[in-house]
């Protein structure tokens, strides 16, 4: 067993440091929210009353006069989202195990869950980011009937995970599984998907040919199979210790996903294993070192950029503070191990074939990259991550180690990487702070230097694409699309004609303030740039024309303009009737005190601080 790698140290340490206090804060009120008696036992008889009337009377004898473990189940099922969709049944099947092991189980509540895929490029999209807190806060009106011993997270996708999870740390006297769905199986490849749209930007395949090619790649449930944030959600959760073993890429129509999902309520109960083991509650498990371990575990698999500003607002659940320069460090020396698209031509099912998360997980904590040492929800350990899960009969699991079955295609070991430092670069410059995912763009595209053309919005560069204003090597600064602007919306109509300008030999790249997630292809790309361009941040200053150049080797974003120039230029506000456009419609209005009071999207956007 190798020792812990002195930088992951390092950076741990100063993590603990940096949150002495509001993490000590956090810990003693936990102790003092564990202290208190059982729900049935501690609260009036109409609130007992209340809480037990709905379900079956066997139920309601186990809750209040055995003092069985109840649990509640936090659910993000609805049939919009192909990757929740399974989740309908699992509540029957959450609570048939629960009475078999003399435990009862409640639906808490559901919280919203909206997928980015169908609102994309639409106004619908900018209330995705401030769904995550929602989500947080939806969770804690579930869990505030304080009924509950334990707590079951059902959800997948981009802003469900870190919702949950934000809501379950506020909970984090509670123990705590999250259940996932798994991925669809494949369909249309997701490079073939890319190159239609390529072409449908061009002009070269009318409606009727692109929707036939997205159908055919989102053709069934389960979670896209791009290696986007949905399935880096549940890469980060493996890390993390909070799932069951090996689940999180087991299809939904597999025989063992019930078996799994059985395994979840197990582990809650802290009967999972022959070895005598309570469930840590979440709050403690989720600590420095858990943290790092799903830092580390992103940059190995060149996961979603939307986790920089994702983890950081999960940390400061939990009373932790991380920043960029965190990920940076570890990025330095954390090896990438996965070729996932966008990062590479397979997706996570191959991924799965090829060792998994568990293969990732079991390099990275031999190599001392990952914290070996800490609690997860299994008696064994981070160490039980490394495996994965089969049947062993019609209803018994079994885990094995895992090992890639194609050699090098898809995953490699930490002694042979597919590169020897993580999948994303911190940039910095007199144009802020920004993150670039330089594991997905060809090497000869990690330095671009050319004049600026300034866009207000995304639809505006699509307007200048079509009538051919673009046809040259430039830098695309897409202003106005932070948090506070109008709430962060992700920018992937861009890819398309970015991606043409740049296959017809142009060097091109974007700039902007708002977000490209895990599937911005391989378009150099600065996102969350901060601060933002409507909190005054240097974006403003920008003008049509500058020469601007993003180093990705050197880690910098700079306007190249005199310094004495630069300070002097006037910076541009957002406009009245674009704020007003981009603040009315689609239920935008709502959203009002979230723009106002979100943090930067480095310190994880968050609204509720």
Request: hydrophobic share 45%.
């Amino acid at each position: 067993m190798s020792s812990t790698h002195p930088t992951v140290r390092d950076v741990t340490d100063r993590i603990r440091a940096r949150s002495r206090d509001t993490r000590s804060t956090y810990l003693t009120r936990l102790a003092e929210i564990r202290a208190r008696d059982r729900g049935s036992d501690r609260m009036g008889c109409a609130n007992v009353a209340h809480a037990v009337a709905g379900i079956p009377a066997n139920d309601k004898f186990k809750v209040v006069a055995e003092r069985a473990p109840n649990l509640g189940i936090v659910t993000a099922y609805n049939d919009m989202l192909s990757a929740h969709a399974p989740y309908q049944g699992y509540p029957d099947i959450i609570k048939h195990e629960a009475r078999r092991h003399g435990a009862t189980a409640q639906v808490a509540g559901g919280v919203p869950a909206m997928c980015d895929g169908v609102t994309q490029g639409t106004p619908g999209m900018e209330l995705s980011l401030f769904s995550r807190d929602l989500i947080a806060m939806s969770t804690a009106v579930a869990l505030t009937h304080d009924m509950f011993d334990g707590a079951l997270m059902l959800g997948v996708c981009d802003k469900i995970v870190p919702g949950l999870l934000i809501g379950a740390l506020h909970f984090g006297h509670l123990p705590t599984v999250f259940v996932p769905a798994g991925p669809m199986p494949s369909g249309l490849s997701n490079t073939a998907k890319s190159k239609v749209r390529e072409q449908a930007a061009q002009g070269l395949v009318g409606r009727q040919g692109l929707l036939e090619a997205e159908m055919a790649a989102y053709h069934t449930v389960g979670t896209c199979t791009f290696y986007g944030t949905a399935n880096s959600n549940q890469m980060l959760l493996e890390a993390m210790g909070l799932h069951v073993p090996g689940t999180a890429f087991i299809q939904p129509g597999d025989a063992m996903r019930e078996t799994l999902t059985r395994e979840a309520v197990r582990s809650v109960l802290g009967k999972a294993s022959d070895t005598a083991f309570n469930c840590p509650p979440i709050g403690e498990m989720v600590d420095e070192r858990c943290i790092v371990n799903a830092m580390v575990a992103l940059l190995a698999t060149g996961g979603s950029t939307n986790h920089l500003i994702h983890w950081v607002a999960v940390a400061r659940a939990a009373g932790i503070l991380i920043d960029w320069d965190d990920f940076s460090q570890l990025s330095d020396v954390v090896p990438l191990l996965t070729r996932v698209y966008p990062n590479g031509s397979a997706d996570v099912n191959e991924f799965q074939a090829c060792g998994g998360p568990g293969f990732v997980i079991g390099e990275l904590v031999e190599a001392g990259l990952m914290h070996a040492d800490v609690l997860t929800v299994r008696a064994g350990g981070i160490r039980e991550f490394a495996n994965i899960p089969s049947l062993a009969g019609e209803n018994t699991l079994q885990w094995t180690p895992a090992a890639p079955l194609q050699k090098e295609a898809v995953t490699r070991p930490v002694a042979s990487p597919f590169s020897a430092t993580g999948g994303l670069k911190l940039l910095s410059g007199n144009l802020g702070r920004s993150v670039i995912k330089v594991s997905s763009v060809p090497d000869d595209r990690h330095v671009i230097e050319a004049p600026a053309r300034v866009f207000d919005s995304q639809a505006a560069l699509q307007k200048a694409f079509t009538a051919g204003e673009l046809e040259r090597d430039v830098v695309c600064v897409v202003r106005w699309q932070g948090p506070q602007a109008n709430g962060m919306p992700e920018l992937h109509k861009l890819t398309p004609p970015l991606s043409v300008l740049q296959g017809k030999g142009f060097r091109v790249a974007l700039v902007t303030d708002g977000r490209m997630s895990g599937a911005s292809g391989k378009i150099p790309a600065a996102i969350h740039v901060s601060p933002e361009a409507a909190a005054g941040g240097p974006l403003a200053k920008v003008r049509d024309g500058d020469l601007i150049r993003l180093d990705a080797v050197a880690g910098t974003l700079a306007v190249l303009l005199p310094e004495d120039e630069w300070a002097a230029r006037e910076t541009a506000t957002l406009s009245d009737a674009q704020r007003i456009a981009d603040g009315h419609g689609l239920g935008r209005e709502l959203f009002a005190g979230m723009r106002r009071n979100a943090l930067t999207a480095e310190e994880g956007a968050c609204t509720w601080m």
